[in-house]
Structure formats: structure tokens, C-alpha cells
């Protein structure tokens, strides 16, 4: 939780006002001496952090390993359809086989990252 | 990518395009091996190229060029936005020569793009342009062996030891044939890497 806080660029005090959560108590939580927070905080937090509520529920221990790989999957799906009915944006590989794999779905949905300089994916 | 005077970014691989367009407005789409010779005249394609003389032709031609550990089931991809062109190639790629082979696939498809902004598309609508950009490939590295094995030849036939001079015609003619068949079976040597690869 700090080291995503920290990526944020976000202090103790913002996450507080932003969250609606104690500043102690997120503390608490990063250094482990609090037990996972109730999902409605977590889902506070992950928007505050501008990640998939899911990620947060698995990294807490509500949701199974499995579902976090299905949302990952879903992920990297949702955001390589995005990718292919953008008009503006073009790629092809130069394929072994017929079918597309999932890295290379989500190698494409990262050039397309780069490139646009949107992002799609959040963690997966 | 070179900015022009107005501010705008400058397409090099538009302008080769509207150049081959122009020139073969009357018989479109053109043959892939006319599009290849015009390719390697313009982009300066030589048959053995080193990745970073590659990476530097491409760079000439605003497109970014790099090598990458690439998912198993691909050997490159190109992306392509507003003016920023990027291919990345596989870098475990065992079969000789089958960098360039992969640049030239890409950057058909590269072309494909800029033919169909200029409403001039070479692919029909059951046509792959899979199947053409190695058409292409193939047709290029051919292009670029035809010119470049004359100047080798030259070089052995200036050798005046008679049977050294022998020898080197021998060892040209034994690279040229496996030049050749590398071009036409690329394909066939890239899958006998990957098996090994495995």
C-alpha cells in the first residue's frame, strides 16, 4: 500500500482528504499492524490511487489468486478492443501462428500506451 | 521526425508513397517486386545489414526501430500513431537474416497504412497483406542480393592468383545459392530456429 501511495506522488494527508480515510489509520495499514481494511475503505483507496477496486480486494485477501489472473485477462481484453476500433491508431505483427496471444494483446495495448500517451491499463 | 518549416512533421514514408503512386498511377497496384526494387533504392537496403545500420536507415525514415524479448508467438509489430511509427523485432531470432526479413514485413504494413491514407490501397478486400508483406520481404532481399553479388564477383575476379580467383567464384557461388534460398524459405528456417529455440 505505501509503495502504490508513493507512486501516486501521494502524501499520508492527501490520500485523507481525498479517501476520507484517517491519515493514522492508513499508517497503520502500510506498516501491517491493522487487519485489512473493509472493502468500502479499500474501494475509497483505489480510487484515490486510480486502480481497479478488484486489485486492492485481492491484494487484501477477500478475492482468490484465480479471479485476480480472470481480471487481469479481462484487462488487458477490454483494453486491447479499445485499442483495435481506435481509427487513429495502426499496428500488425508478424505472427508464427493465427491466433494472438494475451502478451501480445497486452504488448499492443502498451505500444499503444506509449505512442497516445493514454493509459489503459491499470496494473494488469 | 524532421519538422518542417510550418510546424508540421514531415512523413517520409507519405512521400515515398505519393512518389510510387505517381509513378505507377496508370497500373495500379503495382507488383510487389516493383514496389520492393523502388523500396530498396529509397531506403538504402543492403543485404547485410548489422541492427544498428538498420536501426539507423529506419531512424532516416522517422521510424523508431528496436529489439525486444517479444511474446513467443510474435517475431515483430508495428505501431503506428499521427506521425510516430515504431517496429520492435524479436532479439531471439536464430535463422540469419531473419532481422531484416522481419523489418521488411513491417514496414509494408507501414506502407500499406500511408497507400490507404492516400486512398491508393494495393490489398483487396480478400487479399492478406500478411501474405504480401512477405512477398515483399522476400522480393527486397532478392532486389538487394542481385545488387550487391555483382560488386562481390568484381571483387574475386580482380584476384590475380588463378585458383584463388577459382576458389573465391566457387565460395560466391555457394553463398549466393544459400542467399538465395534464404530469402524464399525464410518461413521454413525461422520455424527450425524456433524448434531448436525450444
Known amino acids: 500500500m505505501r509503495r502504490l501511495r508513493k507512486s501516486r506522488g501521494l502524501t499520508l494527508k492527501q490520500v485523507e482528504t481525498q479517501a476520507k480515510v484517517s491519515n493514522a489509520y492508513i499508517s497503520q495499514i502500510e506498516r501491517g499492524l491493522r487487519r485489512p481494511p473493509h472493502p468500502e475503505i479499500l474501494r475509497r483507496l483505489a480510487k484515490t490511487y486510480d486502480v481497479e477496486h478488484r486489485q486492492l480486494l485481492i491484494a487484501a485477501g477477500y478475492l482468490e489468486e484465480d479471479s ?5 485477462r479481462r484487462q488487458v481484453e477490454e483494453a486491447y478492443q479499445h485499442v483495435i476500433t481506435d481509427p487513429s491508431f495502426r499496428h500488425g505483427t508478424r505472427l508464427k501462428g493465427t491466433r494472438v496471444s494475451l502478451d501480445t494483446k497486452r504488448l499492443i495495448v502498451e505500444m499503444y500506451e506509449k505512442l497516445t500517451e493514454r493509459k489503459l491499463l491499470k496494473g494488469a | 521526425m524532421q519538422l518542417l518549416t510550418d510546424g508540421t512533421e514531415k512523413n517520409p514514408l507519405l512521400d515515398f508513397c505519393l512518389r510510387v503512386v505517381s509513378q505507377d498511377v496508370e497500373k495500379w497496384p503495382p507488383k510487389e517486386e516493383a514496389l520492393a526494387e523502388a523500396f530498396v533504392d529509397w531506403f538504402g537496403f543492403h543485404s547485410f545489414l548489422t541492427r544498428d545500420a538498420m536501426k539507423q536507415l529506419c531512424r532516416a525514415k522517422g521510424v523508431r526501430l528496436s529489439f525486444d524479448s517479444l511474446p513467443q508467438d510474435i517475431r515483430g509489430i508495428h505501431c503506428s500513431f499521427q506521425n510516430k511509427k515504431e517496429i520492435v523485432i524479436t532479439e531471439n531470432e536464430l535463422a540469419p537474416c531473419a532481422d531484416s526479413h522481419t523489418l521488411l514485413h ?15 490501397a494495393t490489398i483487396g478486400a480478400k487479399d492478406s497483406l500478411e501474405v504480401q508483406a512477405e512477398i ?3 522480393a527486397c532481399r532478392i532486389e538487394a542480393g542481385k545488387r550487391q553479388f555483382p560488386v562481390f564477383l568484381e571483387m574475386a575476379s580482380s584476384v590475380e592468383k588463378r585458383w584463388v580467383r577459382y576458389l573465391g567464384y566457387a565460395c ?18 525461422e520455424e527450425i530456429g524456433s524448434e531448436a529455440h525450444r
Not at chain 1, 485476480?68 to 487481469?72: S, V
Not at chain 2, 504494413?109 to 497507400?115: R, T
Request: proline share 0%; glycine share 4%.
Open chain 2, 106 to 120: 513491417e514496414f509494408r504494413e507501414l506502407l500499406e497504412n500511408e497507400f490507404m491514407v492516400l486512398g491508393r
Open chain 2, 172 to 189: 560466391l557461388g555457394v553463398f549466393a545459392l544459400a542467399y538465395f534460398f534464404s530469402c524464399i524459405y525464410m518461413r521454413q528456417m
Open chain 2, 136 to 138: 515483399f520481404a522476400i
Open chain 1, 68 to 72: 485476480a489472473e480472470a481480471i487481469k
